[in-house]
């Protein structure tokens, strides 16, 4: 199995956009030693991607699996929740204005604070806007409230996504990508135990003794944490350099501006690869399928199985998510080390294979113990799946379209697994938990054969 990338030889080079120049196999670079591969973590660039990847993880649980929890403690049955998960197609149609953030200025922030920086700096302030507002809506009540904001929140962190990711991928070489993409998930897992565990645990401890087993105060003050928390990536922004600007040629009229901020992007893409492109698509189509499609219902599977806030927030939330972090570290070194490819394929089986743990988890009840093994495993999985697959992701753009090529990649990552994970719930009470979680991890079968289609394809991109 090959174990280049496509994309990287012309994405480290950056010859020009409309060519693209291989190495010779004498002139290939060695491969970097271990000192050499660990030194990058303490790079400026790849410390930032810390704290912005807390910016970006936050706002995700809280309105997936926190909102779950909550919605399902609130007594709303599990077919609505499933539904309700189509929120989250707003991160799957985030292409459609991706080119929007890479080429449109936003008056006075974008002179102030440049391109990327003024829409990451806008789409934060929405999001903790919204978050505000879900705070201040019991569901109980009136539920489309949650809805609208829960939307307002995915359609700004969508947003947000567009710019982090063009910003990380313009803040260094190909070859460092994999480690800002291993720093990018760490800071997004740590956002995840503060927006998992946290809540849970400020939602605990903020209900009053006999008040009864719901209680829309605690859930209103976790929230609002939640909202203030998103002051750390704010923060982040206004002290970051924004990565050079690269030029582009000025458009005549409007119709040559919409072709080169909406149509180029794409049509770039399709000429370098030809019709490698569709096999590219449809492995990114699919990759993360069965932990996207399982995800939905696993707080409403906590929270049926009997497991306290406490036990979810501590094992899943902190203990998993360091697992993950631990599977991150492993995944973007060893794909600097051996290739992105191979680590792409150990992730999808492992992603497959871990989602059968938790149709045996089913069976046992309230087991904790069980519940440790079963997360350890599923969570290291998922970190190296998911740092492979950024790097994997991120090699594809052509820097001069890295925000909207890159959204269009992240947005197919999503879309078909947020259409099929919206029927879950309906698919729970029609068949239980353990036929649920047996069907996610056999929907992960056709990502392996794409896998090693694609690692046999021509690695060097061609233009006509």
């Not at 069965?290 to 696993?298: E, F, H, K, T």
């Not at 929270?303 to 972090?325: C, F, N, P, Q």
């Not at 492992?350 to 997360?375: C, E, K, M, P, Y």
């Not at 990502?447 to 060097?460: C, E, F, G, Y």
């Amino acid at each position: 199995m090959s174990d280049t990338v496509p994309g990287n030889t012309q994405a480290a080079r950056q010859p020009p956009p409309h060519s693209t120049v291989a190495l010779p196999p004498e002139s290939t670079p060695p491969k970097p030693g271990w000192g050499e591969t660990l030194r990058v973590y303490l790079e400026a660039p790849t410390l930032r991607m810390l704290l912005l990847g807390f910016s970006a993880g936050l706002p995700l649980l809280l309105v997936f699996g926190t909102l779950s929890f909550w919605l399902r403690e609130a007594g709303i049955d599990r077919t609505t929740i499933g539904y309700l998960s189509w929120v989250g197609l707003a991160y799957g149609f985030k292409w459609v204005w991706a080119p929007l953030v890479d080429r449109l200025p936003i008056p006075v922030l974008t002179r102030l604070l440049g391109r990327r920086r003024s829409w990451l700096l806008l789409s934060q302030a929405i999001i903790m806007a919204a978050l505000v507002s879900m705070a201040l809506t019991d569901p109980r009540v009136a539920l489309l409230p949650v809805v609208w904001c829960a939307l307002a929140v995915a359609f700004a962190s969508a947003t947000q996504d567009i710019a982090l990711d063009a910003f990380r991928i313009e803040s260094a070489d190909a070859r460092r990508q994999a480690a800002l993409a291993a720093t990018y998930q760490t800071g997004y897992r740590i956002a995840m135990i503060w927006a998992g565990a946290g809540v849970l645990w400020i939602a605990a401890r903020a209900e009053v003794a006999g008040a009864g087993s719901y209680q829309q105060g605690a859930w209103q003050t976790a929230y609002l944490v939640m909202a203030a928390s998103m002051l750390l990536g704010m923060v982040t922004v206004l002290f970051s350099p924004e990565p050079a600007p690269r030029e582009m040629p000025p458009a005549r009229n409007a119709a040559e501006w919409l072709k080169s901020a909406l149509v180029e992007p794409f049509a770039d893409f399709l000429r370098r690869y030809g019709k490698q492109a569709l096999l590219i698509l449809a492995l990114i189509a699919v990759y993360r399928i069965s932990d996207v499609v399982m995800g939905i219902m696993a707080n409403p599977f906590y929270v049926d199985m009997g497991y306290t806030k406490d036990e979810v927030a501590t094992v899943t939330k902190i203990y998993g998510v360091i697992m993950t972090l631990v599977g991150a570290f492993v995944g973007g070194a060893l794909a600097m080390r051996f290739g992105v490819m191979k680590v792409l394929m150990l992730g999808a089986v492992l992603s497959a294979a871990s989602n059968l743990l938790f149709a045996w988890l089913g069976s046992r009840g309230h087991d904790v113990q069980a519940l440790v093994f079963v997360i350890s495993a599923d969570n290291l999985s998922s970190g190296i799946a998911s740092a492979a697959f950024i790097a994997y992701l991120s090699s594809l753009t052509n820097i001069n379209y890295s925000a909207t090529q890159y959204a269009l990649f992240s947005s197919m990552m999503l879309l078909l697994p947020k259409f099929l994970a919206g029927y879950s719930g309906s698919y729970v009470d029609s068949f239980g938990y353990t036929q649920f979680f047996t069907a996610t991890a056999l929907l992960g079968v056709p990502v392996l054969l794409l896998v090693w289609l694609a690692s046999r394809m021509d690695k060097t991109p061609h233009i006509p």
